[in-house]
């Protein structure tokens, strides 16, 4: 158990994939005007990459590996991607046609995620099980969704800040990124995944 919680811990806070890895820096930029909308998009990015984690490792193992076409992992990962991706939005849009309506282009925007495909090709690098696979893409789509949130309340209490001219838009958002990468980074003195 304790290393189920190391490899959870590890993959949210001390590996966090956008503060300390620099994957999903698309989504974190462009969807994260908004608490609602970010923690919206952050629950669909759970689902479809934790169940990414655990579909991309029984596909390595059962088919790639058996077959010796590991290679072809990137193209096979992208497919189950976005497979996943267009199961989950329709499921949305039969279920929730006001979250559909919401998330609007950022829920198929999930598909061309970098953090996505990341996760399945590190789970495939650390040679995690399938509970590891199951909880390292748990862990690392809380910690990406703990992230997009906490950056679009920052976003929305700076739309009101004194910025000065030179740092409005983008340039305040990465120079908040980096600094909250900095704090992240503090983790990694506790655990690597």
Known sequence: M???LLILFGSAFANNLVLTQFLGLCPLMG???RQETAFR???ATVFVLTLTSVLSHLIDQSILEPLGVGYLRTIVFIVVIAAIVQ?????IRARSPRLFEVLGIYLPLITTNCAVLGVALL???HQYSLMESFVFGLGASLGFTLVLVLFAGHREKLEGADVPEAFR???IGLITAGLAAIAFMGFQGFIRT
Request: charged letters at 20%; proline letters at 0%; aromatic letters at 10%.
């Open 87 to 91: 199961f989950t939005e329709q499921v």
């Open 169 to 171: 838009g983008s340039a």
């Open 31 to 33: 969807s994260s005007k």
């Open 2 to 4: 304790k290393h189920y």
């Open 41 to 43: 998009l952050g629950l």
């Open 123 to 125: 789970n495939v690098r």
